[in-house]
């Protein structure tokens, strides 16, 4: 069964910057869809930002459009998350999770890993 393990979080100030990662122990990484989830204390789960299995098609939820960016390495088995301009709204956990369809069809995503914390101070 793949593993996916999210790294990168921490605690940051209002308008600072992170970069998630997210790292594949399956041989067929590139062949999958990676997404980017967060939940926030009291709040559901919500799509964050996808990236198809080559990389050439990238979706982001409307909050975090022009701040975050989706990229992958398919050679390295990770996927990246560039979070610019944080906001102490983004403060979650964040999760990456993978699918066979495509990266905006949120209920393809079946496998999940354990989230990394996103701290964001005012």
């Known amino acids: 069964q793949v593993q996916l393990v999210e790294s990168g979080g921490g605690l940051v100030q209002a308008g600072g910057s992170l970069r998630l990662s997210c790292a594949a122990s399956?041989?067929?990484?590139?062949?999958?869809?990676i997404g980017w989830f967060r939940r926030a204390p009291g709040k559901e789960r919500e799509f964050v930002a996808g990236?198809?299995?080559?990389?050439?098609?990238?979706y982001y939820a409307e909050s975090v459009k022009g701040r975050f960016t989706i990229s992958r390495d398919n050679a390295k088995n990770t996927v990246y998350l560039q979070m610019n301009s944080l906001k102490p709204a983004d403060t979650a956990v964040y999760y990456c999770a993978e699918q066979k369809g495509s990266p905006d069809y949120v209920p393809g995503y079946d496998y999940w890993g354990q989230g990394t914390q996103v701290t964001v101070s005012s």
């Open positions: 399956e041989r067929t990484f590139s062949s999958y869809a």
């Open positions: 990236i198809s299995w080559y990389g050439g098609r990238t």
